[in-house]
């Protein structure tokens, strides 16, 4: 069986930026299962991974267009610090879900300066080129419901 649409694909993996730095592996954890043509995972490796078979392996650069897209200068912004009611201590590097008008969104606090506080919500990925890197572990087809849902059912996530 060669990986096409519909189909469940566990792949084993390996992730590093341009800098050579691993930022994410699947190594001592289960392979990462997903449904094969439905968006599940990032454009550039979904394109990669098509046509492949089991134990074959995968070595690709991902543009940050094909990966986490391109860095948005729209998505920094400064806030007040009156904004984070609640929070004891806000410092850089903490993360918040903020509510945005395109729905909920991960920021990342950057920069403090007395009571403005800078919060980027690009995926921390976002504006690089990635290389993936690792083998192909199992195909099957995938099920009616699963189909159905547009992602995989193993038994752990919310289905
Ligand atoms: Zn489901």
Redesign the pocket.
């Known amino acids: 069986m060669n990986i096409a649409a519909q189909h469940v694909v566990s792949i084993h993996y390996e992730v590093k930026d341009e800098d050579g730095v691993v930022v994410d592996t699947s190594e001592g954890r289960d392979p990462l299962v997903y449904l094969h043509g439905n968006q599940n995972i990032i454009p550039g490796l979904e394109k990669a991974l098509n046509g492949l078979a089991q134990g074959d392996g995968f070595d690709v650069q991902v543009t940050p267009e094909e990966a986490y897209g391109e860095l948005q200068d729209g998505l920094v912004q400064s806030v007040p610090m009156a904004s984070f009611e609640g929070v004891e201590k806000v410092e850089e590097g903490m993360v918040f879900t903020a509510q945005t008008q395109g729905g909920p969104l991960q920021v990342t606090v950057t920069a403090i300066e007395d009571d403005t506080v800078t919060v980027d919500g690009n995926h921390p990925l976002a504006g690089k080129s990635l290389s993936f890197k690792g083998e192909v572990a199992e195909i099957r087809e995938a099920t009616a ?2 189909l159905e ?1 547009g ?1 995989v ?1 193993d038994g752990t996530a919310d ?1």
Request: net charge negative.
């Open positions: 419901e699963e849902h992602h059912h289905e």
